[in-house]
């Protein structure tokens, strides 16, 4: 084999490595989508919140939303919260209670 052969099968074979650690050996490794024993199962709620008049109003209520485990707060605009949560997580009278300790009266 003269020296251009071999030049072109080194190619080759340096060409076809890269492909294999590009595609296959540097793929990130996948994680679950959810934990074991945890529900991926969320349920939607709208709250009809009374004496939210200004935009403190919903920070506050955002806020305290976020910090129940497995609420996922979708809006909050004055009248208004809807959020997605994990019933096994937490529950609506614990939401409901939430909002409530911030000064204001749900009434949905």
């Known amino acids: 084999m ?3 052969a071999w ?3 080194l190619i ?3 060409a ?3 492909v294999v650690w590009y595609f296959w050996l540097s793929e990130p490794k996948r994680q679950p989508a959810t934990q074991p024993g945890k529900t991926a199962m969320k349920t939607q709620e709208t709250f009809q919140i009374e004496g939210m008049s200004c935009q ?3 920070h506050a209520v955002t806020s305290a939303l976020k910090k129940l485990p497995g609420v996922e707060v979708q809006s909050v605009e004055i009248g208004r919260a809807t959020v997605a949560y994990d019933p096994a997580q937490v529950s609506r009278d614990q939401l409901k209670a939430a909002i409530e300790a911030e000064g204001y009266t749900v009434f949905s």
């Open 16 to 18: 076809m490595a890269w």
């Open 7 to 9: 030049i072109v099968t």
């Open 2 to 4: 003269d020296a251009t």
């Open 56 to 58: 403190h109003c919903v």
């Open 12 to 14: 080759g074979l340096a």
